[in-house]
């Protein structure tokens, strides 16, 4: 069975500073993989989506970036946190590019201040 | 560029009744249809989804898609306190990169 991991589970971060978020999927080979952000009380926004390692597509542009250095690992980050970058941060994984079913993982609780 | 829209916001309903969730989307070349539900603090987990007209029933839930009226529904029979959560829509775009559209969801409460 497939498992998908992320970390941290929350983050408190202070403005300005730099953010690494994880996400691992195990059991899958060559999962397609996204990043979801959802602010508080927001709707559930699609950030970048990767179907093969080192290949990232951006689809929002929030001053964040992301990299796949292994099949299963999916990295989120940024060198300068803002405050509007508070949320809701959801991994997730389908098995084919288009048009499948996402499984999240369980997210990580990121507040800047 | 897909516009997900849901109705109501929220929605509170008492045990065994019948739940109605609406979903309007603006672009009818899109493929895929699903619902997802949100506990508080959780993830989004998937419901069911649907690809072309119709209709599809699994167990208590049933999704309604009609592409032309660029709408789509989940009706839950017998609603339960356990399926208080908050139901996302969900519709595909595939316009150069794939993405996946979701609305801002109605919050569903089922009163015991």
């Known amino acids: 069975a497939q498992t998908i991991h992320q970390w941290p589970v929350a983050e408190i971060k202070a403005v300005g500073s730099p953010l690494s978020l994880g996400c691992t999927i195990k059991?899958?080979?060559?999962?397609?993989l996204y990043w979801y952000w959802q602010a508080t009380g927001g709707t559930l926004q699609q950030l970048f989506y990767?179907?093969?390692?080192?290949?990232v597509e951006s689809v929002v542009q929030l001053n964040l970036s992301a990299s796949r250095p292994k099949d299963d690992q999916f990295i989120l980050s940024t060198e300068k946190l803002l405050l509007s970058h508070s949320g809701f941060y959801l991994c997730?994984?389908?098995?084919?590019?288009?048009?499948?079913?996402?499984?999240f993982g369980s997210g990580t609780r990121l507040t800047v201040l | 560029q897909q516009k997900v829209q849901q109705s109501p916001e929220s929605l509170i309903v008492p045990e065994g009744a019948m739940t109605s969730l609406n979903c309007t989307f603006s672009?009818?070349?899109?493929?895929?249809f699903a619902w997802y539900r949100q506990h508080s603090g959780k993830a989004p987990k998937a419901l069911m989804s649907?690809?072309?007209?119709g209709e599809k029933e699994e167990g208590r839930f049933t999704i309604h898609l009609n592409k032309a009226s660029l709408h789509f529904s989940l009706h839950i029979r017998d609603s339960q306190p356990s399926d208080s959560a908050l139901y996302l829509c969900?519709?595909?775009?595939?316009?150069?990169?794939?993405?996946?559209?979701f609305g801002s969801g109605t919050q569903l409460t089922v009163m015991p």
């Open positions: 969900a519709v595909s775009i595939s316009s150069g990169s794939w993405q996946l559209i």
């Open positions: 059991g899958k080979s060559s999962p397609n």
């Open positions: 649907i690809f072309s007209n």
């Open positions: 997730a994984w389908s098995p084919r590019p288009r048009a499948e079913t996402l499984y």
């Open positions: 990767s179907i093969t390692v080192g290949q």
């Open positions: 672009d009818s070349a899109s493929q895929y």
